[in-house]
């Protein structure tokens, strides 16, 4: 065993009770699923997600509120528009990405987090890794992907 793979195992409670995660903990398939430690990394990770995200979109509303002049020239009026719509799109997307950081708090929080919302299987630490806010295992969402498919192409 790697003296790596001994710290992130090694015991991770402070004095008050509470979990301390070392920097370089990683979730593993050997643990219980969804324990506590890997409860603490995925809700750490999603509020750092949500600070990062907010911190954009603040940088975005700054920027569309102080980029407000009008252009002279009609093309450079043109770009402006198209940039601002982009910006907007951005800003849209980045909301809806909060609110599905929050709801994936919520589970971490109901017990639920980490469990397909279909079949109720466990989805794999990798994928959660990748995507935290993922709601379906692998094998679901590919039956999803397959259902929207089909139904597009008719």
Excluded at 77 to 97: F, N
């Amino acid at each position: 065993m790697s003296s790596t793979t001994k710290q992130s195992n090694k015991k991770t409670n402070n004095k008050n009770g509470k979990i301390v995660l070392s920097e370089k903990y990683i979730p593993s398939e050997k643990e219980p699923f969804m324990n506590k430690k890997q409860l603490l990394y995925f809700k750490t990770k999603l509020e750092k997600w949500k600070a990062s995200v907010i911190e954009d979109s603040e940088k975005t509303r700054d920027n569309l509120q102080n980029n407000s002049l009008p252009e002279a020239d009609i093309a450079d009026r043109a770009s402006t528009e198209t940039d601002r719509a982009l910006e907007l799109r951005t800003r849209d997307r980045q909301r809806k990405l909060l609110a599905k950081i929050d709801e994936a708090l919520v589970r971490i929080k109901e017990g639920s987090y980490g469990y397909c919302i279909e079949t109720g299987e466990s989805i794999s630490l990798k994928r959660l890794d990748a995507r935290p806010i993922a709601l379906l295992s692998i094998k679901a969402q590919e039956r999803h992907e397959m259902h929207e498919r089909s139904y597009r192409e008719k």
